[in-house]
Structures are given as structure tokens and as C-alpha cells.
């Protein structure tokens, strides 16, 4: 049972140094989403630590193996969606995003429900649901 134990605590602190890489590129201004500010803040409040260069990495994102699963859903979040590379979206690309923005805001799927279990701030009330959702629809008619 101790060897055990002796075994998990050396396992946990080896992982420790297997090397991770948290970045946050650089935002440029040229192709960063720039919109009321009522919309920017819904957004930065529960979608840009997963959806932006500007993630405001938690404290457990230094501990692996919670590291792990934290950079690679903001590398996959990234690639989804990207609001700092906004101007840059592909139109095709960023008409099928908008669509689905819409319905993840209306069917409560984005922020995913496990992120929120732990980032409460971030949960959407009915108000900031109705902001981005009528921005994401407005956005739409651009094309
Ligand atoms: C904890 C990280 C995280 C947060 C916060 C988050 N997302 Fe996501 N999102 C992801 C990941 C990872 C993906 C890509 C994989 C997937 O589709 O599940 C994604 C995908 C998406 C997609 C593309 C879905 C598709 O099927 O094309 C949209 C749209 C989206 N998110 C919108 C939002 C919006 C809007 C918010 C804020 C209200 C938000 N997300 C907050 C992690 C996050």
C-alpha cells in the first residue's frame, strides 16, 4: 500500500516536468474583433479564454495533468473560432462559425458545461444570451 502511494506521488510529480506550452500570440489590432462594447464584454467574459489569444490562463493550468486537458481545449477552441483573428475568417468559414454560435448560445452549449462547473462567472444569463446572439445574427446579414 505505502509503495503504492510512493509510486503515484513520484508518478504525479514526474509528469510535472513533461514540458507543456500555454501561449497567448499576439493580438493584432488590424484583425482582433472590434464591436460594441456591450458585445465585447459578453464575449470576454465566457468565450475569449478558449476562442482568443487573450486566455487568462487558471492556476490548475500549471499543474499537469490538468494542463494538459486545459491547452489542448484552448488549441481546439482556438481553431474553431478565433476572435483575435476575426477580420482574417474565411467568409464561408466564418458564415458556418455564426450559425453555429447561434445555436450553441440558444441550446446552452457553449460555454461547454464542465468549464462553467468551475468558472461560474462565465455562465451566459438570459441578457447576455439575447446580446450575442442578435450581434451573431447581425453579423450573419453582412453576407
Ligand atoms: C472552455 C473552453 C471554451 C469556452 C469558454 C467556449 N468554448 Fe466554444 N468551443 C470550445 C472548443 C474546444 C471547441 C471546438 C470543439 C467543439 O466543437 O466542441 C469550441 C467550438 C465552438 C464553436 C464551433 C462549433 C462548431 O460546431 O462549429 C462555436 C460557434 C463556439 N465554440 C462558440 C462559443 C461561444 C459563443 C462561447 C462563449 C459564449 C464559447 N464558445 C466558449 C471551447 C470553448
Known amino acids: ?19 507543456t506550452t500555454k501561449t497567448n500570440p499576439p493580438v ?23 476562442h482568443s489569444n487573450e486566455t487568462k490562463w487558471p492556476i490548475y493550468s500549471n499543474i499537469a495533468p490538468f494542463s494538459w486537458f486545459v491547452i489542448s481545449n484552448v488549441k481546439n477552441g482556438r481553431k474553431a ?18 450559425q ?18 468551475i468558472h461560474d462567472y462565465a455562465i451566459l444569463s438570459e441578457e447576455d444570451k439575447k446580446i450575442i446572439s442578435e450581434w451573431f445574427k447581425l453579423e450573419l446579414k453582412k453576407f
Open 81 to 98: 473560432l478565433n476572435f483575435s483573428q476575426w477580420e482574417d475568417i474565411p467568409s464561408d468559414i466564418k458564415i458556418k462559425r455564426l
Open 28 to 50: 493584432d489590432e488590424k484583425l482582433n474583433l472590434n464591436t460594441k462594447s456591450e458585445v465585447l464584454k459578453v464575449l470576454k467574459k465566457s468565450c475569449y479564454n478558449c
Open 1 to 19: 500500500m505505502k509503495k503504492t502511494l510512493f509510486l503515484f506521488i513520484a508518478l504525479v510529480i514526474s509528469i510535472q516536468f513533461i514540458p
Open 100 to 117: 453555429r454560435a447561434i445555436k450553441t448560445t440558444n441550446n446552452d452549449l457553449m460555454p461547454p458545461a464542465g468549464y462553467l462547473k
